[in-house]
C-alpha cells in the first residue's frame, strides 16, 4: 500500500495551492481520510479530516474558512485545497488513511503518505 502526495510548492502569502493524494495497493473507500502537517522544529499537528461517504469533515481551527478537504473514492484520492495561506502554513504535508475518524482526528492513522513539502513567503 502506497499513499503518494503530491502538489506541494512555494507560494507567496495570500495564494492558493491544491494538494492531491492518491492510494495504490488497496481502496480505501470505507476509510476517514486526512491531511496532517509538521513544521521545522514542531511535532506534527492535524489539519483536516473527511469521512468515508465525503459528508463529514473536520478543519484544525487554524485552516478553518481557508482549506477544503475533499475525496474521489472512484480515484482513490484525498484533496486539500488551500486558499488565503499564510507564512505559518508552511510545513510538511501528510495525508492519512484510518478507517475510525476518532483515531484519525487526535492523528492515529494506519497509512501515512510520504508529505510534499509546502512553502508559503511573506
Known amino acids: 500500500v502506497q499513499l503518494q502526495a503530491c502538489g506541494g510548492g512555494l507560494v507567496q502569502a495570500g495564494g492558493s495551492l491544491r494538494l492531491s493524494c492518491a492510494a495504490s495497493?488497496?481502496?480505501?473507500?470505507?476509510?476517514?481520510k486526512g491531511w496532517f502537517r509538521q513544521a521545522p522544529g514542531k511535532e506534527r499537528e492535524f489539519v483536516a479530516a473527511?469521512?468515508?461517504?465525503?459528508?463529514?469533515?473536520y478543519y484544525a481551527d487554524s485552516v478553518k474558512g481557508r482549506f477544503t478537504i475533499s475525496r474521489d473514492n472512484a480515484k482513490n484520492m484525498v484533496f486539500l485545497q488551500m486558499n488565503s495561506l499564510k507564512p505559518e502554513d508552511t510545513a510538511v504535508y501528510y495525508c492519512?488513511?484510518?478507517?475510525?475518524?476518532?483515531?484519525?482526528?487526535?492523528?492515529?492513522?494506519?497509512?501515512w503518505g510520504q508529505g510534499t513539502q509546502v512553502t508559503v513567503s511573506s
Open positions: 492519512a488513511v484510518e478507517d475510525r475518524m476518532d483515531r484519525l482526528r487526535v492523528g492515529v492513522a494506519e497509512y
Open positions: 495497493g488497496r481502496t480505501f473507500s470505507s476509510y476517514g
Open positions: 473527511v469521512s468515508w461517504t465525503g459528508g463529514i469533515t
